[in-house]
């Protein structure tokens, strides 16, 4: 099941030279996706703090589609690609709304980490249950 994870709107100052959404943004916006996606399965702010876990990008892939301008409104969904014991990937997609038109996709790979030891490890039951609940074939 696709995940809306990101509301938001084109900025002019999130606007270059050129007069589109710089990449930086793009980036930045698909980062709060990831943490509202994270968040829904259970690795929350307060999960991390407590247990002393974390997340660590190791892989990211971004395919710009169609430019953004100042002043769209955009929307992010998120679907979990795979789980396993201690990695988890997933894709986003950035859609313009007015149009309904895909502006930017990006696929993540990321690491559960311990942050005491800084290794990676392994998801507990219910977060890696939650993360296959919500795999797409």
């Known amino acids: ?20 959404m710089n990449v930086m943004w793009y980036t930045g916006k698909f980062d709060e996706a990831t943490w509202n ?23 990211q892939n971004t395919t710009y589609k169609e430019e953004l301008f100042a002043g769209d409104v955009i929307e992010v969904r998120s679907r979990v690609l795979e789980v396993r014991d201690k990695v988890i990937r997933f894709v986003h997609e950035m859609r313009n709304i007015e149009k309904g038109t895909v502006a930017a996709t990006t696929e993540l790979t990321a690491v559960h980490l311990d942050r005491q030891t800084r290794k990676a490890c392994p998801f507990p039951a219910d977060i890696r249950a939650a993360a296959e609940a919500r795999i797409q074939s």
């Open 37 to 59: 996606l994270f968040a829904e399965l259970g690795i929350t702010p307060t999960y991390m703090r407590e247990q002393h876990r974390g997340i660590a990008g190791v892989q």
């Open 1 to 20: 099941m696709d995940m809306l994870t990101y509301k938001g709107a084109v900025h002019p100052w999130h606007c270059d030279h050129m007069g589109h």
